[in-house]
């Protein structure tokens, strides 16, 4: 084993079928347009998760059982890379646990996002961002980190919801009401304050998180590509999260474009302690428990 279990510090790294999480670090960098690195993001979080601790104050989602999965190899073509971020989530749904993605460039969405799609899940995704990423073609490239969240919309007319976003173009707006695209944009929650019951009755009980760190203010995460001012801080996202996600259940999230800066090592924890808190609400509103012995035979 050449890479860092998630939280081995405090958990082994557990067999995939006595695991409710799974974690799958995805090193791709192939479209950044500003500043590089997302591709030392997964191995920066998965090394500062050795200083977290178990108990996240509500929940201790790793006594659930984790499991690391091998980095995913990112060389080749992009399509063989979705495919492998593909089969990977597969398996974790096989083994009846929660895929964990760790980016990574936000491209990485779209495998999962369309995975669970065509394995019949009717689900919405919770956005959160700096950008809205949905232009259909940013720099020649359909599959660009900016138009990610289009291509997930697309693939199966998901609903969406975007919170903290801030930096987006005028064919991202116009996209976002073609599309019905619940929007709240990170001036209109520093004015307004945060909702409290930020999605409507009809938006799917099932979720998918994707969560890009620049969604989070400049000066909380400036390890990331196109770090930007006026974004979210700890407390905000994590109320978000919570008022979004009580009475529904994650079917999966990802945690990207974490650009590690040497010697900062806060950035790094932030994303990890991120990934963990996410973890936390997935098992206390998943109603997810340990393995029971019928289900580990």
């Known amino acids: ?66 499991f690391t999965h091998e980095p995913i190899d990112c060389t080749g073509p992009l399509s063989g890379v979705f495919a492998r971020i593909g089969d990977a989530v597969r398996m974790a749904r096989k083994c009846k646990a929660i895929p964990v993605i760790l980016g990574g460039e936000h491209t990485v969405s779209y495998a999962p996002v369309r995975t669970l799609h065509e394995a019949g899940l009717k689900f919405g995704i919770l956005h ?54 619940l929007a709240y944009d990170a001036d209109l929650l520093a004015r307004k304050g945060l909702p409290k019951t930020p999605l409507p009755p009809d938006f799917p009980r099932l979720v998918y998180v994707s969560f890009d760190v620049d969604g989070f203010d400049s000066s909380l995460m400036p390890a990331t590509g196109t ?48 990934v963990h808190s996410l973890m936390g609400m997935a098992q206390r509103y998943g109603q997810l428990e340990p393995f029971s012995s019928e289900e580990s035979d």
């Open 128 to 181: 959160f961002d700096a950008h809205a990423d949905l232009r259909d073609i940013y720099e020649g490239d359909a599959f660009s980190h900016a138009c990610v969240m289009r291509r997930c919309v697309e693939c199966g007319d998901i609903p969406l919801a975007q919170f903290g976003t801030r930096d987006y173009s005028r064919e991202e707006a116009d996209f976002r009401k073609s599309a019905h695209v």
């Open 227 to 274: 770090p930007s001012p006026g974004g979210l801080f700890w407390h905000e996202a994590l109320r978000l999260l919570d008022a979004c996600l009580k009475g529904r259940r994650i079917i999966g999230f990802d945690v990207v474009e974490l650009a590690p800066i040497k010697g900062l090592h806060h950035a790094d924890f932030t994303a990890a302690k991120l």
């Open 1 to 66: 084993m050449d890479f860092t279990p998630f939280l081995f510090s405090e958990y082994p790294n557990s067999a995939p079928d006595k695991a409710r999480f799974h974690i799958i670090p995805v090193p791709l960098e192939r479209t950044v347009s500003y500043g590089a690195g997302t591709r030392l993001g997964p191995a920066a979080i998965l090394e500062a998760s050795l200083q977290l601790e178990a108990w996240d104050g509500k929940s201790a989602p790793g006594e659930l059982g984790l």
